[in-house]
């Protein structure tokens, strides 16, 4: 079955990390760029970051350059996202996103797999 | 930032019903355009993209359109499935979001 399953959320202090991971199942997953999609409580949906298919190419959202990295190990089949220096404003359901690859040699945007989600609180 | 708007906010229709939910980009982006819906508690799905290719498995009841700044999503008949809130997003440069129409039973 062609799934994403995430884990690694939880609640953590203003100023804490937390790194999630993001499971791939039923695709080859080395041949397809990544994301991290994020939505706040009652709100709509922000794209954190992405990840070429090799690994080779990063991408980040303004809001969480120099605080996040994302990484990814195709021999694991899996994406990471370590997220440090965690604020009140990161709270927010995240979500991995599986790039459609729809463009041959250029990164797509479209993202046409999604994982359920694994919440993550930032609170004292 | 490419800013994506959305409109209306929210729109009650009944089964049956034709429905039309409009996004328009602060700058041009040709026809590098998405849309999903998403339920309550559950991941987005992508419904439409490159502005009006159908997404495989997705029903031909929807239906997008535009280029440039503006575009559509139709839905021709809707069905009980299909009350969620339904979210544009640019695929031309990092990706930006509307901030959603929510779509509710009349």
Known sequence: ?124 | DIQMTQSPSSVSASVGDRVTITCRASQGISSWLAWYQQKPGKAPKLLIYAASSLQSGVPSRFSGSGSGTDFTLTISSLQPEDFATYYCQQANSFPTFGQGTRLEIK
């Open chain 1, 1 to 124: 079955e062609v799934q994403l399953l995430e884990s690694g959320g939880g609640l953590v202090q203003p100023g804490g990390s937390l790194r999630l991971s993001c499971a791939a199942s039923g695709f080859t997953f080395s041949s397809y760029a990544m994301s991290w999609v994020r939505q706040a409580p009652g709100k709509g949906l922000e794209w954190v970051s992405a990840i070429s298919g090799s690994g080779g190419s990063t991408y980040y959202a303004d809001s969480v350059k120099g605080r996040f990295t994302i990484s990814r190990d195709n021999s694991k089949n899996t994406l990471y996202l370590q997220m440090n220096s965690l604020r009140a404003e990161d709270t927010a359901v995240y979500y991995c996103a599986k790039h459609s690859g729809i463009a041959v040699g250029y990164l797509d945007w479209y993202f046409d797999l999604w994982g359920r989600g694994t919440l993550v609180t930032v609170s004292s």
